[in-house]
């Protein structure tokens, strides 16, 4: 298994032959690629992304059958479920990087943000369980807001919520703290731009390994 800092080349060469529009995803996910993983997988990362229809992992960052374990669940928030898919795919495969990838105008997160200023409460049970675990690091930015910086709260919010999900990643879990301390596992957060198809990785990604 590639190590988490070749894997995040990786991904960086494959983001920017998105954007650039070189893509090899059609030789990476033909017949023949398929035919080869039928006896086993090594995704070389783990990415925990939204379920929004615009952000395909596998596409933006241009890899093909066997080479993303993607979770996406809306708002990429992190449950028990999605702690559990992780730590399978760290243990059973080998896998070294773990990226969370937020994006810009993620519903998920203005969905929250509305239910904190007061425009709606009417949210099913199982909508509230995604926004009640989007709102702690939302909740905080508020304080001193003024209306017209709402674009710039959406902003920090997307951030601060992908920054909530690698902490509760990197901390939340003995196994995968374990494999952090020993293994060189390494959690980064990230965000995708609907409006370029650029992926920027944060910073911090030496203090975790
Ligand atoms: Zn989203």
Do not use: W
């Amino acid at each position: 298994m590639i190590t988490a800092v070749e894997a995040l080349a990786r991904l960086r060469d494959g983001n920017r032959r998105f954007v650039t529009n070189q893509t090899a995803a059609p030789v990476l996910s033909g017949h023949a690629r398929r035919a080869a993983l039928v006896a086993g997988q090594e995704p070389f990362a783990i990415v925990l992304g939204c379920s929004d229809s615009r952000v395909p992992a596998e596409l933006v960052f241009d890899q093909g059958f066997g080479d993303l374990f993607v979770i996406r669940v809306a708002g990429n928030i992190v449950a028990p479920s999605q702690v559990g898919s992780v730590e399978f795919a760290a243990a059973r495969f080998g896998t070294r990087l773990i990226v969370v990838m937020g994006h810009s105008q993620c519903g998920a997160v203005v969905a929250t943000l509305e239910e904190l200023l007061g425009h709606t409460n009417n949210q099913s049970r199982n909508l509230r369980s995604i926004v009640d675990r989007v709102r702690p690091s939302v909740e905080a930015l508020l304080p001193g807001r003024r209306e017209e910086d709402a674009e710039a709260l959406v902003s920090d919010a997307i951030r601060a919520n992908v920054r909530a999900s690698v902490n509760h990643l990197r901390h939340g879990s003995e196994l995968l703290k374990q494999l952090i301390r020993n293994d060189g596992l390494l959690v980064v957060g990230a965000e995708y731009s609907l409006e370029t198809g650029i992926v920027t990785f944060f910073e911090g990604v030496s203090d975790a390994g």
